[in-house]
């Protein structure tokens, strides 16, 4: 697992989730950010497909260039410490002087995954 400290750096990783109907996987591509060994992600869109895959199926895989890690999904509640946490990381990581990505920040969905050692 020292591989993911390195791996912090990368724009994107792509999360695959398990289908809550289908029970096929399902990925997306995303920023994220990561503390440790947990990874955090915002989602723009409300509570989309794949997050409610989430909360049906927490366990998870993230790939971030071209490493594999499984981790286990949860949902963070909107004001509490990780979730500002989570906010703040990924605010660091893109916001940038031509991006305004404040309404996203302040309003989308954040989750962690706890990446599995």
Same mark, same amino acid.
């Given at each position: 697992?020292? *591989? ?7 724009? %994107?990783?792509?999360? =695959? ?12 591509? %995303? &920023? ?5 060994? =947990? ?7 409300? %509570? ?34 990780? *979730? ?12 940038? =002087?031509?991006? *305004?990505?404040?309404? &996203? ?13």
């Amino acid at each position: 697992m020292a *591989d993911v400290e390195r791996l912090a750096s990368h724009n %994107i990783c792509y999360l =695959t989730t398990t289908g809550r109907v289908t029970g096929r996987p399902h990925r997306v591509e %995303i &920023w994220f950010a990561l503390k440790g060994y =947990t990874l955090y992600i915002l989602h723009g869109g409300g %509570i989309g497909d794949w997050v409610k895959n989430v909360l049906r199926h927490p366990m998870v895989t993230v790939t971030i260039g071209g490493s594999e890690f499984a981790g286990n999904a949860r949902l963070l509640v909107k004001g509490e410490e990780e *979730d500002a946490l989570a906010r703040q990381l990924l605010a660091e990581k893109y916001q940038r =002087t031509e991006d *305004d990505l404040d309404e &996203w920040l302040a309003t989308a969905t954040a989750l962690a995954v706890d990446l599995v050692t």
